[in-house]
């Protein structure tokens, strides 16, 4: 059984995400940001209430602005999926969790070492450029259901 439901249209969707965001991290980096957005869509608490589709959590607008900086800037976000990518998206949305993005539910490549905390919310561990952070205890039970 999948960690979320989808549709073909949903991978094709996650897979250029994935692409965008960590292509320069290769496989194990694009699998990690497809996490991300599994967990987002699980979660249903904190900034990720109510997110019922891989689309909802992709084009989720915060603070004025699209939750994942590919989708603001465009860069490669808007090519197509790569078969690579789609098998990489499927996995994730099938059954594929690990550390440090197992939980976590944001990302970000700062210009320095990753901070102990993002946002109040604790650091998870660091792959290549991303530093991933998952919720803090008690916030959102959600993601950690199913692992």
Known sequence: MPRVSYRSTDVALMARMMRAEAE??????MLYVGNVIVN????????????????????????????????QKGNVFYNRARTVEKRLAQKTLDYWRQHPAKFA??????????????????FSGQYKNHCYYEPKAGTCESVYIGS
């Open 24 to 29: 320069g991290e290769g496989k194990q980096g």
């Open 40 to 71: 987002r869509l699980k979660a249903n608490c904190l900034d990720f209430k109510n997110l019922r589709t891989i689309s909802h959590v992709i084009f989720q607008v915060q603070g004025g602005n699209y939750s994942f900086e590919a989708v």
């Open 105 to 122: 539910l944001w990302y970000f490549n700062p210009y320095g070492p990753c901070p102990p905390t993002w946002y109040g919310q604790p």
